[in-house]
Each structure stands twice: as C-alpha cells, then as structure tokens.
C-alpha cells in the first residue's frame, strides 16, 4: 500500500535535532495516580530505537484538563528509562527552560516535555495553518530538523502539537502511525459481515457520535454496548434511573442522541440485559429490576455470555473500552469473557482503548487477535472513512517537503 506522506525511510535524521509528538496517554490508578499500563509507551519504542542516532525531544499530552488522569510526564519518563532509553523530563513546554534542555540535548538521548495540554492553547482545535501559529510551534520549531508524529490515538485532533508542526517543519510519520494507517486500511477495505463493535469504557459524547456515524453507513452490523457508553444507553431507553448518567460528561446533550439512535436502530444496537453491581464491597449479579441504585460495575454474566456468542458468529469484530470498571479485579469478568469471544473468532479482530489492549496481553491473546490499536477515538474515528486531520497534515507537508 502506498501511504500518502512520509515516514523514518524517506528522511536523513542522523545527528539531527528531532521533535517527536506521541501518544503515550495511559491509564493510571484513580487513587494513587500511578500508571496501570504502559501499553502505548511500549508501542513506540521501535520509533525511538530508530531514532537512536538522534537528539530526541519528545512531546505528549496526558489525561485532558481538569480530569482526574491530567498528571505531569515524569512517571512517563521514568518508565522509558526503564525500557533501556537515556530519558530526562523537563518542567516545562516552549519556556527558557525547556528551550535551554532542548539545546543541550545530545545524540542518544530522549528529552520530554511536560505534558503539552499543560498550556492552554493546546486544547484549542482550528485549521493547521491557525493552530501553527500558536505560541508552542512559533516558539521551538526553530530549534528542530525534523518533525515526527508518531501520535496515532490522537491524530483525530486537529490541535498545535499534532499538526502545527507540520505547516513548519520537514514532517514525518513515526512507525506507530505507519502501521496503524496500513493495517486498519487493509481491514476496513474488507466487505466482511456480520461486522460487530463491542464498546465500553467512557469518552461517551465522542462514542455516542462514532456510531451514529457507523450505524447510518450501515457499517456495523450489530452494536454491543457496556462501561458508560451502555450505561447512557441503559438509561436512554428508560432500564435504570437517570442518576447513574452522573458521571457522563454533557449527560443530557448525549441523553438526547442515544435516545435518538435506540428510535432509528434499536434491532441492532444491544444492550446489557442484567448487570453486576457492587454491595458490601463485592460483585452481586443482579436484574435490571433489582438493581437500587447499586453502583453498576460490569456488565452481568448473562449479558456477557450473550455478547459472547453474537461476537462468535462474527466476520469482523471490533472492540474497544472495558465492559465494566476495570480497576476492581471482580469487574473484570465482562471485558474477559469479550475478550475470549475475540480470541476464539474465527474472523478479523481489532481491539483498540489502553484498558482492553493491555488486558489482551495479560490474557496472552496478543498473537490471536489480528491487530492490536494504539487509538481510541483515533481508530473509531478512522472506521468511519474520515481522513484523520493528521493524515492530510502529513501528507500536505509531503508535498511541500517534495516541492
Ligand atoms: C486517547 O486516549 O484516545 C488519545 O490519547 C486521545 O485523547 P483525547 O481523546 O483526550 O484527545
């Protein structure tokens, strides 16, 4: 397949300056803030041994502002020290002191940035030519060679770091992103069905829009839904009380859609029919009808053997974001039995979200599934046929770079 921008092949960056922007957003525990998986840290280690010859600066966000996984990238730098790199952190992003780190920075060695939605123009979300001008790009790309992006799981947003570098600087794709652009092209490329997606976690406006869109292009065949994303559904078509939609964020705007979608498709999207909620500190199954306001924690055993089966008869299966509260190793029990359906499916198998990825591999599913994904939103997003904005970014700067 002949991708539309450069990649590590088509460039000289030996000895060279390099900026490079990855997704290493992780999971962490919601009471100590440590890192619970360093899956997408691992994912990009092939880049940065290529780019062992160079002076590396690199760039990632962690968490959104003012949620509980916002946290510096200290621990971030600590755990690629770990895996064998000459990493150091910087408390800083385009300021004197981490102008001055990047300057010193010599070849071999990874310096990071602290965590780059720590400034606030970052959030912001505009054209490449508007978000280039932004303080973060105007301020260091005249210290770089070479701009890598390496940041699949975010390349859906269209903010400074991900693309403004690109309208400045000779850009490149990292070896993550080549290889997620090449493998979901191939499956997606393939008219296979039933095509299944199973989703949980949270995230639920940016979901909640992913399958209208899927639903409307008759994509998916079937919807499984758990995690929060089941949750609204739950309460959209009246099964449990709305106080369980208070950790939603935007609750009622999603309220309306999901109502909206379960009008138009509720043959295909399909819930959870009995659910595990948590008393007295332990998973209790329960109906719907028993529920009392019990935090709902997983799906129940019923639901996930029933998703089970309709993931079995599958062509193409994609799963992302846990089932149930993945941090209590009891509500574990629904994302599992997925998992396993995925595993024992006969057919093409895409698991995508940090949480389900990394319990694939502690499951030791890896090599029976057809292709982990760094992405979340990213990869959804991308399931819908829509150009990621990086990927136009890459490719406009691939033609500038050849001009
Ligand atoms: C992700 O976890 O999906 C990516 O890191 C993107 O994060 P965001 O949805 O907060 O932009």
């Not at 998986?37 to 002076?55: C, F, G, H, Q």
């Not at 690629?80 to 952190?89: C, E, Q, S, Y």
Request: glycine content about 10%.
């Amino acid at each position: 397949m002949k991708l539309p921008f450069k990649t590590l092949d088509d460039v000289d960056y030996a000895g060279k300056r390099v900026l490079i922007r990855v997704d290493m957003n992780c999971s962490l525990n919601p009471e100590t803030k440590v890192i619970t998986n360093d899956s997408r840290i691992v994912a990009m280690t092939p880049t940065l041994r290529e780019l062992s010859k160079s002076k590396v600066i690199l760039m990632a966000h962690q968490g959104r502002p003012g949620s509980e996984d916002f946290i510096s990238l200290e621990q971030h730098t600590v755990i690629l020290r770990k895996l064998g790199f000459k990493a150091t952190f910087v408390d800083d992003i385009f300021g004197n002191k981490a102008k001055n780190a990047i300057q010193n920075v010599e070849v071999g060695h990874i310096l990071v940035l602290q965590n780059v939605r720590m400034f606030e123009g970052e959030m912001k979300q505009a054209p490449v030519e508007e978000v280039s001008q932004e303080p973060i790009v105007q301020e260091l790309y005249p210290l770089f060679d070479l701009f890598v992006n390496d940041a699949f799981g975010a390349a859906h947003r269209s903010q400074a770091s991900i693309v403004g570098f690109t309208a400045v600087l000779p850009s490149v794709a990292g070896r993550v992103m080549e290889k997620e652009i090449r493998v979901l092209s191939k499956v997606i490329a393939e008219e296979l069905h039933p095509w299944i997606l199973v989703l949980g976690g949270s995230k639920v406006k940016d979901k909640v829009k992913i399958i209208g869109k899927l639903l409307a292009m008759g994509r998916a065949d079937n919807v499984l839904l758990g995690g929060l994303i089941g949750t609204l559904f739950l309460i959209a078509n009246g099964t449990i009380p709305n106080e369980y939609g208070a950790p939603i964020k935007g609750f009622q705007e999603v309220l309306g859609i999901a109502k909206e979608l379960l009008e138009k498709y509720s043959d295909v999207i399909i819930l959870p029919e009995d659910a595990a909620v948590e008393r007295d500190g332990k998973r209790v199954e329960c109906e719907f009808g028993e529920i009392a306001g019990d935090p709902f924690l997983d799906i129940g055993y019923k639901t996930a053997k029933k998703f089970g089966k309709t993931i079995r008869g599958a062509k193409v299966a994609f799963a992302n974001g846990p089932m149930g509260y993945f941090e209590k190793e009891e509500f574990t029990h629904g994302t599992v039995e997925v998992l396993k359906a995925i595993a024992d499916c006969n057919c093409i198998t895409v698991v995508g979200g940090g949480h389900v990825s990394a319990m694939a591999q502690r499951m030791g599913l890896l090599n029976k599934i057809t292709h982990i994904s760094t992405g979340g939103g990213a990869t959804m997003g991308f399931l819908t046929g829509k150009q990621l904005v990086l990927v136009d970014a890459l490719e406009a700067a691939a033609k500038r770079m050849d001009a």
